[in-house]
């Protein structure tokens, strides 16, 4: 446990959690960041804590958190999606500091960020020892999203885990999806655009924009991404291969093994623009976005994050 004397101040604190978070274990977590710290006085001038009620919940009490040193958010993936789109409405000097305290299924943004997960004191023990670090957030059509945004087939597994959420969890949800939709997938989706301008096209099957280097519980779909670097990480098809090599390459795709396969290709841009035939599955950090064409940008250093050091 830290001591009050290590403790890094968070100054005048607001704790948002979902408290139906890893099934109904958020509030319990809440309370016990709560007593941790009201235990240590110097972590913070004031401590307020708020819990989400419903969809779309936590994006108001970001919004309205402009008064707050430090934002702490407690949940999976998808209440930190919430929060930033909040924090995002704000002016960039009115933002607190963003913490993030995982308690989720995928716990993407904190395997990035390399925050304990689905353990609340041992992760805000790192948030108390973190440094400040201003972060990217990437927009596509006004919704902005901090981990991932994908559309064909591989948003088509993420939406389907939203379904099944009761017999899995992580990867292994992940997995397990993928797999049912992978095998039967006989079409792709047909999309043609420009990734900075050069014009790109084709029938994909997978095409994932990437800040952080995961999905689905921690399928490393773009390896090489960071958080801090300006840009967005992509990784697409241009067709959709045969069944056992679709299955084949989501499979190294667990491991980040897939970067080699002559079926995918890699890149990192600014802006992207994309236009399908029909709209595809999408989804933005896990909550679905219905649209046919597509405009995706970087936005740099947009929040400050406690990143624990690794």
């Not at 973190?130 to 993420?158: C, K, Y």
């Not at 095409?207 to 280097?213: I, R, S």
Request: charged share 20%; proline share 5%.
């Amino acid at each position: 446990m830290i001591s009050s004397m290590q403790a890094r101040p968070l100054g005048h604190t607001l704790l948002l959690a979902n408290p139906v978070s890893r099934s109904g274990m958020g509030k319990e977590g809440a309370e016990r960041i709560s007593q941790m710290l009201s235990s240590l006085p110097s972590s913070t001038c004031t401590l307020e804590a708020k819990l989400t009620t419903g969809p779309g919940d936590a994006t108001k009490i970001a919004a309205a958190a402009g008064d707050f040193d430090t934002l702490l958010v407690l949940g999976g993936d998808g209440v930190i999606h919430e929060a930033v789109n909040g924090l995002m409405s704000l002016e960039k000097g009115q933002r607190p500091v963003l913490g993030v305290i995982p308690m989720g299924s995928g716990n993407d943004y904190a395997r990035t960020l390399h925050i304990i997960k689905n353990r609340p004191e041992k992760a805000m023990e790192q948030l108390l020892a973190a440094h400040t670090q201003d972060l990217d957030v990437g927009q596509v059509n006004g919704v902005n999203f901090m981990e991932t945004l994908s559309f064909g087939l591989d948003a088509a597994i993420a939406l389907d885990t939203m379904n099944h959420r009761t017999t899995g969890r992580g990867a292994h949800l992940f997995a397990d999806s993928g797999w049912r939709i992978f095998s039967t997938a006989k079409d792709g989706y047909a999309f043609q655009g420009t990734i900075d301008g050069a014009p790109v096209s084709g029938n994909e099957a997978v095409f994932a924009v990437q800040l952080g280097p995961t999905y689905g519980g921690g399928f490393r779909i773009c390896p090489a991404a960071k958080p801090d670097d300006r840009l967005l990480d992509i990784c697409y098809s241009k067709e959709l291969p045969s069944v056992p090599i679709t299955l084949a390459v989501f499979a190294l795709a667990r491991f980040g093994l897939h970067t080699r396969s002559k079926h995918l290709f890699f890149v990192q841009a600014h802006h992207i623009e994309l236009d399908f035939e029909a709209a595809p599955p999408c989804q933005v950090d896990g909550e679905r976005l219905v649209a046919t064409h597509f405009e995706i940008d970087s936005v740099p250093c947009a929040i400050k994050v406690l990143v624990p050091a690794h």
